[in-house]
């Protein structure tokens, strides 16, 4: 017989295994960083893709001018003439926690610059959303799983993808949060804690400054919180740690200014409302039925019952009558283009344009979260042994988040932290069982075992007995004590008798080769989450590069065009160029656009897509009308580069044609195929896009061979009559044209003209040019 564990042995026990896990989540936040610095090794400090650069810019701002003077800020560097008030229409959860990492290091004497902090903010909260995954799968399967779901999270691509060094992004912060929000959650729901539910709704409410898609949490915990309720696990524990939730989480919402009033008068946060009277009226019959007789608690409950469904038809009839004015019912564009994959392209081409709202192929899931895809299901069964309020929710997470994965290839970001709880819970089951399996079996342990494997099946009848005799002590305390029924039913979803473990025991080879699999498993994991990492998520978008049989080539000829316009080009100058682009010319180049990434105003983005798809004399009376004096196209038909102009020029076309039906999309293609070559269209090839992208580009080969469409270009040798080019980059990916100014008018010729219209008043009138 083995010496039994004293009190003291077990809490030096765990206390090491506390002091152990520290030390191991310490190790996984230094991962979680140092894996994201690829991005500035192999390149520099720089800021990545598009939408950061506005981000940085508002923080530079931030910074200087302070606080208020944020708010209040607007912008006369964008949407020329009309302006953009940034305060009210920017999520300020970025900006406030960059500002304040840098304010906090300026205090200490670190001396770092506003752009290094950007930088680094978002490999800093990887960290800490690796940690916060470790808090919300602790919680839901023990502190086994919740290691190996920080550890999985620290490497997975889809969210390296958008943390990386450089990466100033909303999401930077936003996945911290949203982890953060669910762990509080699922905690006040474990502990009854009107502390954590006070904590959740402030987590929510940081949610709510940083990113947008802080609508998936406001309608992911009601719909917990229903099904709870549907499916009879109703507590006290529920009410608390969702009502102060919708309560206080929504007065806090509505603070933040660009959100405001949509708190409560959009559709996509009547779902927690809706769920918020439900659960009032739940709690009110367990309330009734604790103080009442079972005759008039029968009574009490048509009562209630028949008040409930007035008060919910009347909420649901001011509801109706809300959306029912507004076309789109109360939703947003993104909103619907998620519950209807179609609307975008139908109605929104605007959205359906960005490649990020496209539908996701499959080879990216694997490439995104690779093994894990096949780890999730596992995870799923694991929550079911036993099913709890905690791993409910874990389950309805990973459902909801893989359906709009599939919808929108952006939000594998959501997925990617699901995922991985999924995947830490699987395998530490897995390892769980393999590992009891070897104990069991090895000579030493199976010697100075208390139980022998004959006697498996007494212990197993004691311990059920024991169970059962404990479970029906507890079902029996509420009744001597004459309290309400709805007593708190806590899961113990970690603790497994210890017969049950025994009795899953494996084969000792099976396990050993099992558990070397895993870890073979594991190993692919990392070598692809490091070359992810390395290779497909660390370089810049402002900075590109190949590698040919010559060695390395780098591209900066974004930076060399925003440079050459910085010094060569007035102050007062407005750039026109399609919306892509619009932060970087404003941020890098410090130049009025006339779009930018924002996309607020369909008609602006119609107008700048209506001029690029026109013909030369067309388009110059559209952006002369709009002050515009310089016109930047991106062309990557000489190097290679697939994201240009001339692979987005459809969707102007699209674009513009919503607005002004003069711009038809089938004027552009040859029997329904986009074509350049000598078999486009007229439209297409004296539109003022092909003009600019391929004006002297027969100069470069002498066949103008465009290498990202493989074919000749149709139309070689042309003039541009109301356009110059003033600047083409070193690998011509960046061409910059100015306005030329309007022609004078000559008194003689008019006069000529004039006489000889006179002379000629039997003839007939000539057509009108401007029509």
């Not at 009442?292 to 469904?309: D, E, H, N």
Request: hydrophobic residues 45%; contains cysteine; proline residues 5%.
């Amino acid at each position: 017989m083995a010496a039994p564990e004293t009190p003291q042995s077990s809490t030096l026990r765990q206390a090491f295994g506390n002091v152990l896990s520290v030390f191991i989540l310490l190790l996984i936040g230094i991962l979680a960083f140092s894996i994201r610095l690829f991005s500035v090794i192999k390149y520099e400090s720089v800021i990545h893709e598009f939408d950061p650069y506005f981000n940085y810019r508002v923080t530079q701002f931030l910074t200087k001018n302070g606080i208020y003077d944020f708010w209040n800020w607007f912008d006369d560097r964008t949407w020329y003439p009309l302006g953009r008030v940034i305060g009210g229409t920017v999520y300020p959860g970025l900006t406030l926690t960059a500002g304040t990492l840098w304010r906090i290091l300026n205090s200490l004497n670190i001396p770092l610059s506003v752009e290094t902090v950007c930088v680094f903010t978002a490999p800093i909260f990887s960290a800490f959303a690796s940690w916060a995954a470790y808090l919300l799968t602790k919680e839901v399967k023990g502190v086994g799983a919740g290691l190996t779901a920080a550890a999985l999270l620290a490497m997975v691509p889809s969210y390296i993808s958008r943390s990386v060094a450089g990466s100033y992004d909303n999401e930077a912060v936003a996945i911290f949060a949203l982890i953060f929000t669910f762990y509080l959650y699922i905690k006040a729901l474990n502990t009854g804690s009107l502390f954590y539910a006070t904590l959740n709704a402030i987590s929510y409410f940081y949610m709510v400054c940083s990113w947008g898609g802080y609508t998936f949490i406001i309608n992911l915990i009601p719909m917990h919180v229903l099904l709870c309720i549907v499916t009879g696990r109703y507590s006290s524990r529920l009410y608390i740690a969702y009502a102060p939730l919708v309560v206080l989480g929504t007065l806090l919402a509505s603070l933040v200014p660009v959100v405001g009033f949509n708190a409560v008068m959009t559709s996509e946060h009547f779902a927690s409302f809706l769920v918020f009277i439900i659960i009032h009226v739940v709690a009110l019959v367990y309330y009734i039925k604790g103080i009442l007789s079972p005759q008039m608690f029968k009574v009490a409950v048509t009562l209630v019952v028949s008040i409930g469904l007035i008060v919910c038809g009347a909420v649901l009839a001011v509801l109706i009558a809300m959306v029912a004015s507004s076309p789109t019912k109360g939703w947003s564009g993104r909103s619907l283009s998620l519950l209807d994959p179609t609307y975008a392209s139908k109605y929104i081409p605007i959205i359906a344009s960005v490649s990020e709202h496209q539908p996701p192929t499959w080879p990216s899931y694997f490439m995104d979260i690779n093994v894990l895809a096949f780890l999730v299901p596992a995870g799923i069964v694991a929550c079911f042994l036993p099913l709890s309020d905690a791993s409910s929710f874990a389950v309805l997470y990973i459902v909801t988040s893989v359906y709009f994965s599939g919808v929108m290839v952006r939000l594998m970001l959501v997925l990617a932290p699901a995922a991985c709880i999924m995947s830490g819970i699987a395998l530490s089951e897995a390892f769980g069982v393999f590992t009891r399996s070897i104990k069991f079996q090895l000579p030493g342990v199976s010697q100075n075992s208390p139980v022998n494997a004959g006697d498996t099946g007494n212990v197993m009848q004691n311990d059920v007995v024991k169970t059962e005799k404990s479970e029906d002590s507890l079902k029996e305390r509420p009744s001597r004590k004459n309290k309400k029924k709805e007593k708190d039913n806590v899961e113990r979803a970690s603790v497994v008798p210890q017969t049950e473990k025994r009795l899953s025991v494996l084969p000792l080879e099976a396990s050993v080769i099992a558990i070397f699999l895993l870890v073979l498993l594991g190993a692919f994991y990392v070598v692809h989450c490091v070359w992810a990492a390395a290779e497909a998520y660390s370089a810049p978008s402002i900075v590109l590069t190949s590698r040919s049989h010559d060695g390395l080539h780098v591209f900066d000829d974004f930076r060399e065009a925003y440079g050459w316009l910085r010094h060569n080009t007035e102050v007062d100058d407005k750039v026109a160029s399609w919306w892509d682009y619009g932060y970087q010319t404003t941020a890098m180049a410090n130049r009025t656009v006339i779009v930018d990434n924002n996309t607020w105003n369909n008609t602006h983005i119609a107008t700048v897509g209506t001029a690029m798809s026109s013909p030369e004399k067309a388009a110059w009376e559209i952006f002369n009308s709009l002050d515009v004096k310089y016109v930047l196209v991106v062309f990557g038909g000489l190097v290679g580069y697939p994201s240009d102009d001339i692979n987005k020029f459809l969707w102007m076309v699209r674009i513009g044609g919503g607005v002004f039906p003069h711009i038809k999309e089938p004027d552009y293609l040859r029997d329904g195929q986009y074509r350049i070559d000598s078999q486009a269209t007229p439209t297409m090839l004296n539109s003022l896009m092909y003009k600019l992208s391929y004006y002297r580009f027969v100069e470069t080969d002498g066949k103008g061979f465009d290498r990202v469409r493989n074919t000749e270009i149709g139309k070689k040798y042309f003039k541009l009559t109301h356009f110059e080019e003033v600047f083409t980059t070193h690998h011509w990916m960046v061409r910059i044209y100015k306005l030329k100014p309007p022609k004078n008018r000559i008194r003689g010729k008019t006069k000529k003209a004039k006489s000889k219209a006179s002379s000629k008043r039997s003839g007939t009138l000539k057509k009108n040019p401007w029509h």
